[in-house]
């Protein structure tokens, strides 16, 4: 533990920082006057001002958990092409700014000859949403880098052009909580056995009354077991969320036996054409396999290439779906309906067909 | 599994044998493992050792398919929140990596950087943490990820000597997104980065000293593509909008169909419109029926160079978004469907209703509740009332189907509509 210091340092609340102190020039003098964009090839944007300046930026794929060697590298590159300044995007690409065109393709064959695929824009496969798995997190079910790395290294090719109908944005997470969020494709883990309770540490680990409040089914009782106040799950009620684990970690959610993967599709935060949408369950089941998952490869090969051949341009995994019916895609993918794609939650009844609308 | 320690990958002396991380080496997505290993392999660093032990755990979970990380407490000086501490429940085989501690650095808005400062943060995490760092975490956060107890008010002091603080954690106001919006793009219809800084700064103290009943997220994006996914994951989601007509410059639609073809625009801009609010002319140029646009940005993303959002910019906010604890996931509704973003008093009254839905939520809300169950709980008119906003038809896909609901006072309700639809157009006149 820390020694008290006789006079510690008092922090600075200086809050969310002034971005324009980091803010590339070019795009500092140009705030809000844009006029329009276009990508003259795959990776690379080109924004115009309205009094017809132009911009170019260079876009790359990182591995999120960055060594500082790999900052450095990608710092340097960024002084030689990019006037010392780069950018994150929210699935953790860099982006290189670049005001001199003839830059544009020599920084193009510097980061792919350090090992940084160029692309992830347009009707690309993006970088996939990362959570934290078992390089940090405290309940993981699975690791994160290693799936993405996995996804990212068979969908390489997909990154770096753009050969979609639209964007595929894939999202990962290592639990049910599933702080991948939403996407296109989503690679969750889904647990299929009720908590493990190991009774001798729950009184003192967990304050029962609040684990009982977070389960999202009423499954969890105080209870006495073995002369000693624990905690009790109705195991024809759970619903193997996995909610009590995080407030009481002697309720063990995840295993080698009871953890697995299921694969969601259809999932949109953009508001173009239709609303925003959650996922939907495709399949669940699958192995948790490290190091390569080749499981879920397989499936997620296989629905990004009944998407990339049967949507239309512009349509989004989920809107595509829409259009063609839930049929055809589960006979497009190979993948199997069964009463487990029925939902059964709050609001289930929304989800289903009320109406004489079918396809054959 | 241990068949990889004879393979031919030679483990130094020492070294963990990681037979299934090394697996994660080849492939052309840049490797996490190549990463760790560079770290484990810096002769002389202080972090080499911790990140041998470190690679040795993950490897460890590789092969036993289970976590081995339990939180704790943890902080730094004056502060709650912002600290995510790691101890390994594996410590007797990996000593040195027994803590392993990530800092919640909040980023600048829409996540610029010089490389002078990238460098700086490099060299701070060098000298008091592991030398691994990700931009960003799916809150937005930079996170120093690896750091002992011991070594923890060192780095967040040089940190924020360097110009940073701290992001949250735990029942607190969290780290904020915001999208590159101005600084690059059209279709940004406020000032991204100024919202962001203006209404995260001026509630620090809750998220430095957590005392919500639960989370609560900011996401700011610059328009309807959300960039940031603000709807779906943040309590409090702005979304760019603008209240006047798309603009459209008819020669460049013109341009643009005989590049691409009438069909095809016909297929990916007509019939893509979700209110069937635009039509192609013979003549090759575009109709569209504003009032019945409901701005989703298709159109626009499709024709960048011919169509842009309209002058009269601003935001929509919607409450309520979230993941799936524990009542499943929920996207923000839509409660505010304009606010201008431009004078100082515009700001001051979008500071004025974060306050209110933040007390709202601190007044309200069930502990480990979102704002989003608590609406759902109370029902969106007691919501509504609480942080004064009136009912609006923007709010809903369509009214209520249920008669279970006590209608007396309709007729006083309605009267209130009438005078605000006559009020809202003597506005209108008087600002034009």
């Known amino acids: 533990m820390s020694e008290v210091k ?23 003098r140009n705030l809000g006057k844009w006029a329009w964009h276009e990508r003259p090839r795959h990776g690379v944007l080109r924004h115009v001002t309205k009094d017809g300046e132009d911009v170019f930026t260079v876009r790359a794929g990182t591995q999120r958990q960055m060594d500082v060697y790999t900052i450095r590298k990608l710092c340097d590159i960024a002084d030689e092409y990019g006037d010392g300044h780069v ?126 409040a977070r389960c999202p ?98 349509e989004r995994m989920g809107e595509w779906i829409e259009r063609i019916g839930w049929n055809r895609f589960f006979d497009l993918t190979g993948l199997a309906f069964t009463k487990h794609h029925l939902d059964t939650w709050t609001g289930a009844r929304k989800t289903l067909n009320m109406s004489a609308h079918v396809r054959f | 599994m241990k068949d990889g320690e004879t393979a031919d990958k030679k483990v130094a002396e020492g070294q963990h044998p990681t037979p299934m991380l090394d697996e994660l080496e080849g492939g052309n997505w840049p490797s996490f493992v190549t990463g760790l290993k560079r770290l484990r392999d810096s002769k002389g660093e202080r972090y080499a050792p911790m990140m041998n032990d470190l690679l040795g755990q993950l490897e460890h979970s590789y092969e036993e398919q289970m976590g081995f990380w339990k939180g704790g407490t943890l902080s730094v000086f004056g502060y709650g929140g912002g600290i995510i501490p790691r101890f390994s429940e594996v410590a007797d085989q990996y000593p040195e990596s027994k803590e392993f501690h990530t800092l919640r650095v909040m980023p600048p808005p829409g996540f610029h950087y010089t490389t002078e400062v990238l460098r700086k943060m490099c060299d701070i995490w060098e000298r008091h943490g592991s030398g691994l760092i990700a931009f960003h975490g799916q809150s937005g956060d930079i996170m120093f990820q690896g750091c002992t107890s011991e070594a923890t008010q060192a780095a967040f002091d040089e940190l924020n000597e360097l110009g940073f603080d701290l992001g949250g954690a735990g029942p607190a106001l969290r780290t904020a997104m915001s999208c590159v919006g101005q600084a690059r793009c059209e279709q940004s219809c406020y000032d991204e980065g100024k919202a962001h800084r203006r209404v995260i700064n001026k509630f620090l103290d ?41 603009k459209i410059d008819q020669e460049k639609v013109k341009e643009h169909v005989a590049n691409v073809g009438r069909k095809y625009t016909i297929d990916t801009v007509v019939n893509m419109c979700p209110t069937r609010a635009i039509s192609l002319n013979d003549d090759d140029t575009l109709e569209i029926d504003n009032k019945s646009c409901v701005r989703c940005m298709h159109c626009i993303n499709v024709m960048t160079k ?32 304009f606010i201008k973003l431009e004078t100082e008093e515009d700001w001051e009254e979008l500071e004025d209703f974060a306050e209110a839905c933040i007390e709202f939520f601190a007044d309200n809300a069930l502990e480990h509740e979102r704002i989003g169950e608590t609406i759902d709980r109370v029902g969106l008119p007691a919501f509504l009332e609480a942080v004064g906003v009136e009912a609006d038809p923007n709010m809903v896909n369509h009214p209520r189907t249920s008669c279970y609901v006590r209608t007396d006072d309709f007729d006083e309700e309605a009267a209130k509509w009438f005078e605000r639809k006559a009020l809202d157009a003597g506005m209108t006149v008087a600002s034009e």
């Open chain 2, 206 to 246: 809750e998220m430095h000293r957590p005392a919500l009943p639960y989370k609560f997220k900011f996401k700011f994006s610059g328009c309807g593509n959300d960039c940031v996914n603000a709807i779906h994951r943040a309590d409090f989601a702005v979304i760019g909008t603008w209240r006047d007509d798309i």
């Open chain 1, 6 to 28: 006789e006079t510690p340092r008092e922090a600075i609340e200086s809050g969310v920082p002034d971005h324009l102190q980091y803010m590339h020039p070019m795009l500092k």
């Open chain 1, 87 to 212: 950018r994150f995007t929210t699935r953790s690409n860099i982006e290189f700014i670049v005001e001199d065109q003839a830059k544009v393709d020599p920084l193009i064959e510097e980061l792919q000859a350090n090992g940084f695929p160029v692309g992830g824009t347009g009707a690309s496969v993006s970088m996939i949403s990362h959570t934290q798995g078992w390089l940090h997190c405290d309940i993981p079910g699975t690791d994160a880098s290693g799936v993405v790395k996995s996804m990212m290294d068979m969908l390489h090719e997909e990154f770096v052009n753009e050969n979609m109908p639209n964007r595929v944005r894939i999202t990962t997470s290592c639990c049910q909580i599933n702080c991948g969020g939403q996407g296109d494709i989503a690679i969750n883990v889904q647990y299929t056995k009720p908590p493990k309770i190991n009774h001798d540490l729950v009184a003192n680990v967990c304050e029962r009354p609040a684990v009982v």
């Open chain 1, 217 to 314: 089914v009423a499954a969890i009782r105080p209870a006495i077991v073995d002369g000693k106040p624990s905690l009790e799950v109705d195991e024809k009620k759970c619903v193997c969320c996995g909610a009590c684990y995080p407030p009481c970690p002697p309720m063990q959610i995840n295993g080698k036996e009871s953890t697995k993967i299921a694969i969601w599709v259809g999932g949109k935060h953009s508001n173009a054409r239709s609303k925003p949408t959650f996922h939907k369950l495709a399949v669940a089941n699958l192995p948790n396999n490290p190091p390569h998952w080749p499981e879920v490869a397989d499936v997620v090969k296989k629905i990004i290439t009944a998407y990339k051949e049967d949507a239309q341009h512009w």
């Open chain 2, 306 to 337: 011919a169509l842009s959002p309209g002058d009269d910019r601003g935001a929509s906010i919607l409450i309520g978004g979230k993941r799936a604890l524990k009542v499943g996931d929920m996207m923000g509704i839509m409660i505010k469907p």
